[in-house]
């Protein structure tokens, strides 16, 4: 998948994608500041993955785990701060879960404080039904 718009590139082609700017991201992030290089890099290789991209520079990533025949979980998510507020993050869902790969399926993922952006791409609050088990656990 390649979508052009106004200047910037929603890619799943994994060539594109830069670990460097995906660690720094996630970095940053409140659910995955400790995870580190080789794990974010395992997870890309067994992923489908998605690159935001302004001017050859990667902005933005979103993964999906899948069996692509019934569900996926969405993960990682993420825009650069300096492009946030922009409908960015919108474009980049709407990208992923629309893709050729996951049209159709079911959908899940986690969020601490985006249900609202998620909300409105059908995503739903399902408290009550869902189990996790935590890696170590």
């Known amino acids: ?3 052009e718009f106004d200047g910037y590139l ?3 082609d994994k060539m594109l994608l830069s670990v460097e700017a995906i660690s720094g991201f996630l970095g940053r992030s409140y659910w995955a500041s400790e995870r580190p290089v080789e794990v974010i890099e395992a997870s890309i290789r067994n992923s489908l993955c998605y690159g935001l ?3 050859g520079r990667q902005i933005g990533f979103a993964r999906a785990v899948t069996d692509l025949a019934t569900m996926y979980w969405l ?3 993420y825009v650069d701060e300096a492009y946030r507020g922009t409908g960015l993050g919108k474009k980049l869902v709407d990208a992923v879960i629309n893709s050729e ?3 159709g399926l079911t959908g899940r ?3 601490k404080d985006a249900h609202e952006l998620y909300k409105q791409f059908g995503f739903v609050m ?3 039904k869902a189990m996790a088990r935590r890696a170590g656990g």
């Open 75 to 77: 993960a990682d998510v």
């Open 10 to 12: 929603i890619s799943d």
């Open 53 to 55: 991209y302004h001017e």
């Open 126 to 128: 399902d408290e009550g």
């Open 101 to 103: 790969e996951l049209r």
């Open 109 to 111: 993922l986690g969020t």
């Open 1 to 3: 998948m390649h979508i």
